[in-house]
C-alpha cells in the first residue's frame, strides 16, 4: 500500500516556475514507477511524465518536453516536478499517481494523490 499527497501547486504569471512535490509512505516506494497527470475543468485527465524506480528512465508529453523535469528521491520518498517557463495552458490540478510500470496511460497507476492546483495567470 502506497499513499501519494501532492504539494507546491499555486497561483503563478506566465514564464514562471513552481517545484512540485508527492510525498509518499509505503515501505515499496521505490519499485514502482511515479507519474504526474494533469486535469483542467471540462477537460480529461492529461499525462505529464513518468520517472522509472529507479530515476534513471523519463518520460514526458510532448506538451511539457524542455519545460518540465521530473525527478525522485527514494531515500527520501517523493517525486517532483519541477515547471518553467509555465504557460496559461498548464492550469489544472496535478495529480501524482504510482505504478507498477511506467506509462503514459492514467490505467496503469494503482495509487493517487488528492491533487493539487496549478494555476498560472497571463
Known amino acids: 500500500q502506497v499513499q501519494l499527497v501532492e504539494s507546491g501547486g499555486g497561483l503563478v504569471q506566465a514564464g514562471g516556475s513552481l517545484r512540485l512535490s508527492c510525498a509518499a509512505s509505503?515501505?515499496?516506494?521505490?519499485?514502482?514507477?511515479v507519474g504526474w497527470f494533469r486535469q483542467a475543468p471540462g477537460k480529461e485527465r492529461e499525462f505529464v511524465a513518468v520517472?522509472?524506480?529507479?530515476?534513471?528512465?523519463?518520460l514526458y508529453a510532448d506538451s511539457v518536453k524542455g519545460r518540465f523535469t521530473i525527478s525522485r528521491d527514494n531515500a527520501e520518498k517523493t517525486v517532483y516536478l519541477q515547471m518553467n517557463s509555465l504557460k496559461p495552458e498548464d492550469t489544472a490540478v496535478y495529480y501524482c499517481?504510482?505504478?507498477?510500470?511506467?506509462?503514459?496511460?492514467?490505467?496503469?497507476?494503482?495509487?493517487w494523490g488528492q491533487g493539487t492546483q496549478v494555476t498560472v495567470s497571463s
Open positions: 499517481a504510482a505504478g507498477t510500470f511506467g506509462s503514459d496511460w492514467y490505467g496503469q497507476y494503482h495509487y
Open positions: 509505503g515501505r515499496t516506494f521505490s519499485s514502482y514507477a
Open positions: 520517472v522509472g524506480w529507479s530515476g534513471s528512465s523519463t
